[in-house]
Every structure is written in structure tokens, then in C-alpha cells.
Nanobody, 130 residues
Framework: QLQLVQSGGGLVQPGGSLTLSCAAS????????IGWSRQAPGKEREGVSC??????????SYADSVKGRFTISRDHAKNAVYLQMNSLKPEDTAVYYC?????????????????????WGQGTQVTVSS
């Protein structure tokens, strides 16, 4: 059974850091593009980041809202993908989802590149507040 299991998240103060993890069972993550999306209450889902499979070059893309602050990476040995989030802002507060597809969206941002995936993790809450 193909499954994505997320961990990490929680409450952090503005300016702090968090790392989200997304582990796979039932398939090899490195064969898929893996992305992160987020959805805040009352807002449309936002495509945050995506990393291509190694066979497609393994490059990463980011929404402008997180560029320079978030980093997506793979751990091949653990069959996992991570989202390192630094310099967090209150507007980063949302439920974050990891997801898998055969390719990354062509664009990321609010209402863009958030749903073009085939398999989804369960979601994890990130709250940035003092």
C-alpha cells in the first residue's frame, strides 16, 4: 500500500525554525517528484516547494513567499523528503501537506501548483506565533 507519512510541525515563535518530514512506504520516493503544499484557514491552497526525481535532475523549486527561507531535500537512505523552514513568519501558519507525482508543477504560489499530485500525506499543523 502506497503511503506518505508526515512528521514534524508544531508551534514556533516568529524567526524560528522547523523541519517537516515526509516518509514513504510502498514506493521509492526517489522515483517521484515530491512537493509540499500548505493551506491556511480561509485561504486557497498554496504550492510551496517541489523537488524532482533524481532521474529528472533532482532540482528544487520554491514559491516566492518562501524562497530563501525554506529548503527541500531528500534522504535516499531513509526514503524521505524534508522541508527545512527557517525565519518563520506568522503568515507561514498553515496545515502543510507532502505529496508525490511524476513531475513538479510548472509554477508554485497561492492557488498554484498545490494540487497537481497523485498521493498525499496526512497533513501537519505549523503555527508561527509569539
Amino acid at each position: 500500500q502506497l503511503q506518505l507519512v508526515q512528521s514534524g510541525g508544531g508551534l514556533v515563535q516568529p524567526g524560528g525554525s522547523l523541519t517537516l518530514s515526509c516518509a514513504a512506504s510502498g514506493f521509492t520516493m526517489d522515483l517521484h517528484a515530491i512537493g509540499w503544499s500548505r493551506q491556511a484557514p480561509g485561504k486557497e491552497r498554496e504550492g510551496v516547494s517541489c523537488i524532482l526525481s533524481s532521474s529528472s535532475g533532482g532540482s528544487a523549486s520554491y514559491a516566492d513567499s518562501v524562497k530563501g527561507r525554506f529548503t527541500i531535500s531528500r534522504d535516499h537512505a531513509k526514503n524521505a523528503v524534508y522541508l527545512q523552514m527557517n525565519s518563520l513568519k506568522p503568515e507561514d501558519t498553515a496545515v502543510y501537506y507532502c505529496a508525490a507525482a511524476w513531475g513538479c508543477p510548472t509554477a508554485l504560489g497561492a492557488g498554484t501548483g498545490a494540487n497537481e499530485y497523485d498521493y498525499w500525506g496526512q497533513g501537519t499543523q505549523v503555527t508561527v506565533s509569539s
